[in-house]
């Protein structure tokens, strides 16, 4: 990776990454050039110095009034697989990027990220809302199964060409919900199993199940409803396991009690995964993939066992504290935006992303490693002062404070932050006054 050889770049990388959030911005930008391998348009184009075309807006959603930008940071210190990687992370949140990046550099001095892959298909879903005949019907779709898996791979011959395309159609009996005369019909969902390759597939998907209605229709003599990928697309897994060896036992038990308490109580439990997805979400804006769509399948994911839980698990294993997270995540490397937008592919670039799979392995990690950083800190000092350090730049900004000034309300407010354990907008705009007060006094 990078412009060196692989033989130091280890060594390398970790020169690189010291100092890292204490650098200048330029400074930061060179290193990520280096160790990316990064052209220098490419860098113009992270710097600001090239702006995005508003035409390209123009094809990527209607009423373009302009661009609404988000900070893009890189979290440092990951090596996940033996591998060194930047991460890049569009996110608005204070202390994300400084979470992960201490999180991880833990990590590489105390233990190790694996992860994996589980399956490769999505889901496709044609529906019976109301089946006259149930057993008829079932009976004659599944007589007829290869020959719609033939016609829903002729629609879609460029991914059959990639290696990709539908590999089977499970067929789902549902009851609906009793209905004002007290009789429950029955429903009939068909589950398009498609492998999308290196797309996140949501296009191809529908367009084959609104190819098939006609032909289900015909086969099953039925009406067929809603013709719809899902997002839970839990036949695409992506998994990963951190391991914190010899940890401080206190720390541990913290961290092995903080899952605990997001496993019993969903109300913990929320806020547990909304912690985890602060670590994939920036990357998937990051390389423009649908973080909605992510977000809605790792939810429901979370409550498959009829309750809501936590998607990321702690223990201690004798010495050492283990976590894992496994999650439906369908993304995209090609196709969409993540071709259409200059960042996305740069952001796709610095990770030295191949595949949608690596894409959905990288997420993962990232994912458990936030959620570790979270944990940690609660089971310590805390998730208050940590953050509210961060926090000061957004409340200097909010006051009023100019560039130059931004500096100096920040290290007033950590000072009152140290004494009081508390700040808000009043001190910042408190600060900022006998600041400009002094300065006029001059």
């Known amino acids: 990776m990078g412009s060196f050889t692989d033989q130091n770049f280890e060594d390398r990388f970790k020169l690189l990454m010291k100092g890292f959030h204490k650098a200048s911005r330029e400074d930061r930008l060179r290193r990520v050039q280096e160790i990316c391998g990064l052209s220098d348009s490419e860098l113009e184009i992270l710097s600001g110095k090239k702006t995005l075309s508003p035409d390209i807006a123009e094809h990527l959603i209607e009423n373009v009034i302009g661009w609404f930008p988000l900070p893009l940071g890189v979290a440092t210190y990951f090596k996940i697989d033996g591998k060194e990687v930047l991460i890049p992370l569009a996110v608005e949140e204070t202390s994300i990027v400084a979470a992960l990046s201490a999180s991880a550099k833990w990590i590489l001095e105390q233990g190790s990220i694996r992860t994996y892959n589980r399956g490769r298909l999505i889901i496709g879903q044609v529906q019976i809302p109301s089946v ?9 779709l599944g007589a007829r199964r290869n020959e719609l898996i033939e016609m ?11 290696g990709g395309g539908v590999r089977d159609i499970a067929i789902r009996e ?24 290196d797309a996140m597939g949501a296009n191809l998907i529908n367009q084959v199940c609104e190819a098939l209605k006609p032909k289900i229709e015909e086969i099953s003599e039925e ?28 720390i541990g038990r913290g961290i092995e009690e903080a899952y605990l308490f997001a496993q019993v109580d969903p109300y913990r439990a929320a806020t547990h995964n909304k912690g985890t997805l602060n670590g994939i979400d920036p990357v998937l804006i990051a390389t423009g993939n649908d973080w909605r769509a992510v977000e809605a399948g790792v939810h429901a994911y979370a409550s498959r066992n009829g ?15 283990v976590g894992k997270i496994e999650i439906p995540l369908s993304l995209g490397t090609v196709g969409g935006v993540t071709q259409a937008h200059p960042f996305a592919k740069i952001a796709l670039k610095m990770m030295k992303v191949e595949s949608a799979d690596d894409l959905a392995r990288i997420c993962a990690a990232t994912g458990l490693v936030q959620n570790l950083g979270a944990l940690k800190a609660l089971a310590t000092v805390g998730i208050v002062q940590g953050h509210m350090n961060l926090h000061t730049a957004n409340l200097a900004i909010a006051a009023g404070a100019a560039a130059h000034e931004i500096g100096f309300v920040r290290e007033e407010l950590s000072q009152i932050l140290k004494k009081e354990k508390r700040i808000n907008l009043s001190h910042a705009r408190e600060i900022l006054k006998s600041l400009r007060a002094d300065a006029s006094s001059l």
């Open 174 to 197: 549902l009851d609906q919900p009793t209905n004002e005369a007290g009789s429950t019909n029955k429903m009939l969902v068909l589950h398009v199993l498609c492998d999308p390759c």
């Open 132 to 140: 006259q005949n149930i057993e008829k019907a079932i009976s004659q």
């Open 223 to 250: 009406r067929v409803g809603l013709c719809i990928l899902s997002n839970l697309v839990d036949g695409r897994m992506a998994g990963a396991e951190v391991v914190i060896r010899n940890i401080d036992p206190k």
């Open 307 to 321: 309750r809501y839980e936590p998607i990321t698990e702690w223990k201690m294993v004798g010495s050492d504290l």
């Open 152 to 162: 829903a791979n002729a629609c879609i011959p460029g991914l059959v060409a990639r």
